[in-house]
Each structure stands twice: as structure tokens, then as C-alpha cells.
């Protein structure tokens, strides 16, 4: 499979902001649902935003009023844009595929986001 390249994690202090792209160099991604994950140690990987292929997104409770999912299908890239970061944002980000509503094994590398003071 191609891999996913993310990119765009690192440390801020609480209240800073992220934005985390995730690309394919594949021909066809239009057509995919792309979600973006996180996960803390210890703990499973929860569903943080989704941006799915009839261009509906979902984003997480927790999330919401801080967090913009959005895609470019030119660009074959899904960005996660985080602002007002808190240090329980803490984590692994990965990014996901998925078709038709349901998600696919197929996972990008991970990018580490740090919020501490």
C-alpha cells in the first residue's frame, strides 16, 4: 500500500495551535474517508475528526470549537487544524482511511503532539 505521510506535530504551550497535513501520492483519494486519530498511552486510539467522501465531516465532542478537519483533493492532502491546544491533547496523531463510512487497516506513521507549559 502507499504510505501515508503525515506531518505538522511538535511542542506548544497550552492555548497554542497545530496544524497537521496527512498525504497520499496515489491517483485516487477523492473518493476515500480520511479521519485523523489520537492516542496516549495506555489507551486506544479515539476518533478525533473525519471528513468523509460526500464532503460531510464529524468532529469529536472534545474537540469541537477548537479543531477544523478539512481536505483537499487537488493537493491529495487532509488537514487537522488545532487551536486553544490543551496538554490533554497530548498524544500520537495518526491519520486513517476509510470507504463508504467505514474505516480501513490503513494508517499512517503517527505524528507526536506535545502541549505543556
Known amino acids: 500500500q502507499v504510505p501515508l505521510a503525515e506531518s505538522g506535530g511538535g511542542s506548544v504551550q497550552p492555548g497554542g495551535s497545530l496544524r497537521l497535513s496527512c498525504v497520499l501520492d496515489a491517483a485516487i483519494f477523492s473518493i476515500y474517508d480520511w479521519g485523523w486519530y489520537r492516542q496516549t498511552p495506555g489507551k486506544q486510539r479515539d476518533l478525533v475528526a473525519a471528513?468523509?467522501?460526500?464532503?460531510?465531516?464529524f468532529v469529536a465532542d472534545f474537540a469541537k470549537g477548537r479543531f477544523t478537519i478539512s481536505r483537499d483533493n487537488r493537493k491529495n492532502t487532509v488537514v487537522l487544524q488545532m487551536n486553544g491546544l490543551r496538554p490533554e491533547d497530548t498524544g500520537m496523531y495518526y491519520c486513517r482511511r476509510g470507504r463508504d463510512f467505514r474505516w480501513d487497516d490503513y494508517w499512517g506513521q503517527g505524528t507526536q503532539v506535545t502541549v505543556s507549559s
Open positions: 471528513t468523509f467522501h460526500d464532503d460531510t465531516t
